[in-house]
T-cell receptor
Framework: LAKTTQPISMDSYEGQEVNITCSHN???????ITWYQQFPSQGPRFIIQ???TKVTNEVASLFIPADRKSSTLSLPRVSLSDTAVYYC??????????????FGTGTKLQVIP | DTEVTQTPKHLVMGMTNKKSLKCEQHMGHRAMYWYKQKAKKPPELMFV???????INESVPSRFSPECPNSSLLNLHLHALQPEDSALYLC???????????????FGPGTRLTVL
């Protein structure tokens, strides 16, 4: 499984755009990149997933360069409610139809008023 | 229904007790997972069930015994736990349809376990 590396923590003011970068130098050809958000004492929640280039949904964008050895989660105009831990994962479905993933250390994002 | 439910929310048990954690989903997902999360640490995979069969056991001690009685239910039976087993236990599920290349996992809220 590809190991991921993220900054341990980040601070941002409300209303700013936040970019969290994840390194995954050993990503395999079939691996997808997935980001989860976790609030204290809750289960992680899926944010976004991508394979290459750029993916955008209603809450975030994911930028993946051509070599796929890193990815950047972009959160536009963060609010206090975005204070959470953000995990970057890489992995693919195996032949059994499930995904074995390893969570990295995560990035604790603190949004400041 | 896009929800994974877990019961109980909190559990306090002694080292000689036997208890069970329960997880349920009605999304038709055929892969279900147990994770353990210690405070300020990322979730760690414990078990994976695929089509009600145990597919992965991440060298978990035998005092944790998983069970998947049907496609919607996942149990984790606990016996003779140690205080260091105190953690948040998370259940997750995902689709495993043939042909899908990616796979979002849906997590439950977790059971906060304290072993005295």
């Amino acid at each position: 499984l590809a190991k991921t590396t993220q900054p341990i923590s980040m601070d941002s003011y409300e209303g700013q755009e936040v970019n969290i970068t994840c390194s995954h130098n050993n990503i395999a050809t079939n691996d997808y990149i997935t980001w989860y958000q976790q609030f204290p004492s809750q289960g992680p929640r899926f944010i976004i997933q991508g394979y290459k280039t750029k993916v955008t949904n209603e809450v975030a964008s994911l930028f993946i360069p051509a070599d796929r050895k890193s990815s950047t989660l972009s959160l536009p105009r963060v609010s206090l409610s975005d204070t959470a831990v953000y995990y970057c994962l890489v992995g693919a479905l195996n032949s059994g139809g499930y995904q074995k993933v390893t969570f990295g250390t995560g990035t604790k994002l603190q949004v400041i008023p | 229904d896009t929800e994974v439910t877990q019961t109980p929310k909190h559990l306090v048990m002694g080292m000689t007790n036997k208890k069970s954690l329960k997880c349920e989903q009605h999304m038709g997902h055929r892969a279900m997972y147990w994770y353990k999360q210690k405070a300020k640490k990322p979730p760690e995979l414990m078990f994976v069930y695929s089509y009600e069969k145990l597919s992965i056991n991440e060298s978990v001690p035998s005092r944790f015994s998983p069970e998947c009685p049907n496609s919607s239910l996942l149990n984790l039976h606990l016996h003779a736990l140690q205080p260091e087993d105190s953690a948040l236990y998370l259940c997750a599920s995902s689709q495993n349809k043939e042909g899908r290349k990616n796979n979002e996992q849906f997590f439950g809220p977790g059971t906060r376990l304290t072993v005295l």
